[in-house]
């Protein structure tokens, strides 16, 4: 991912709690000195409403309007005073549009956390994460995790820590956004999009955001339920690729990934499988090691385009595979020969699939429901 123009790593709530960053996370972040999240959401830049105008083009005076309204950041409009060249403007968006400021989303979130506990702790004490800024701090994006809300897979392997991705931006789309997250302790990919993405938009009566953090957080548990149980049926259901003509970076490829993150969480598959008889957790796990740490673009977009590919791979396999069949067989037909016969090679690939959708239609149902059951967990 492109860096984020300002990063700050946070650990507990406030200066009340004795907020620590989890040896495993420190290690990975290199951070020493993170501040408390009430801290670091009240250095995030917020905005503020100004009237604007607009110039005749044939008198060059100066009109104003009330039908629009300058959204800026304030602090940056007291330094244009004395410094023109610097920026205070984010948005000029109708009347209708409500600003939705930092505080006004994460303070009601503080009390849900004081009040909220996991293993006989405030989340407030075990909550760490991440804030980043884009487009002069007109957009943000958070993860918020906690140290201990796990899911622990068998054996000696590090858990996954739950949390949530939230953020929200000036500019006229989401105010704020908030969807289920988790990052793999053992090789610190980011898990994204868990859950439904729950929007609150600039328009109108904003509502309570403590209700809606309540809600938000009483389901975090059930979606670590959730992702243990998807994980385990997942490494139940192989792909043998020394039985298909395509290879694992082909295969990703096959899916929407582009050829440099293909190559990525190929490396990473493999590397994790006993030859090359590979598990759909495995694939998985290789899909978001690629996007967590070698994805070039910025969020959103075509990032949750490649997220939603790999996540099917663990959620929805028969559409993965159905994705795969199809593209494949789309290219096999372009290549077919003056007879109309597709080659030996892309019937044996097929066949391949064929078995292998045969293994995921058995349990296909079950995907499906528990699927459902994920992503409605915070609505």
Not at 3 to 27: I, K, N
Request: aromatic fraction near 10%.
């Amino acid at each position: 991912m492109k860096d984020a123009e300002q990063t700050t790593v946070f650990a507990g709530l406030d200066g009340r709690t004795d907020g620590q960053l989890p040896t495993w996370y420190q290690r990975q972040m290199d951070e020493q000195n993170p501040v408390p999240f009430a801290a670091a959401v009240r250095q995030l830049p917020r905005a503020t409403r100004t009237r604007v105008a607009y110039q005749n083009p044939y008198s060059e005076e100066w009109v104003e309007t009330d039908r629009f309204n300058a959204i800026i950041e304030p602090a940056r409009a007291m330094d244009q005073v004395r410094d023109e060249s610097v920026d205070s403007l984010f948005h000029v968006p109708t009347d209708s549009y409500s600003i939705i400021n930092p505080t006004d989303v994460y303070t009601p979130l503080e009390t849900v956390l004081r009040e909220t506990e996991v293993d006989g702790r405030s989340l407030g004490e075990v909550m760490f994460g991440e804030i980043r800024q884009y487009r002069g701090g007109g957009e943000v994006h958070m993860d918020i995790m906690f140290d201990g809300l796990e899911v622990q897979l068998p054996g000696a392997r590090e858990p996954i820590t739950m949390g949530v991705t939230s953020g929200y931006d000036y500019f006229g789309g989401h105010a704020v956004y908030v969807e289920g997250f988790a990052r793999d302790n053992a090789c610190a990919n980011s898990i994204r999009a868990l859950t439904d993405r729950q929007i609150v938009k600039h328009v109108g009566d904003i509502g309570d955001f403590g209700e809606w953090w309540e809600g938000i957080l009483d389901g975090l548990a059930l979606v670590s339920n959730d992702l243990y149980a998807f994980i385990e049926d997942a490494q139940e259901i192989d792909i043998d690729f020394a039985e298909t003509p395509f290879d694992v970076a082909e295969f990703y490829e096959l899916i929407g990934f582009p050829e440099y993150l293909a190559e990525r969480a190929a490396d990473d598959a493999l590397a994790a499988s006993d030859g090359f008889v590979v598990d759909l957790w495995v694939l998985h796990s290789g899909a978001t090691h690629a996007l967590t740490h070698f994805f070039r673009g910025r969020e959103g977009g075509s990032l949750d385009r490649y997220v939603r590919s790999a996540n099917d791979l663990l959620f929805n396999p028969e559409r993965t595979l159905s994705v795969v069949e199809r593209t494949y067989r789309e290219q096999a037909e372009a290549e077919t020969n003056g007879n109309g016969q597709t080659g030996i090679e892309s019937q044996v690939a097929l066949a391949q699939l064929e078995r292998v959708e045969t293994d995921i239609r058995e349990k296909a149902e079950q995907f499906e429901e528990r699927e459902s059951e994920l992503r409605e967990r915070f609505a």
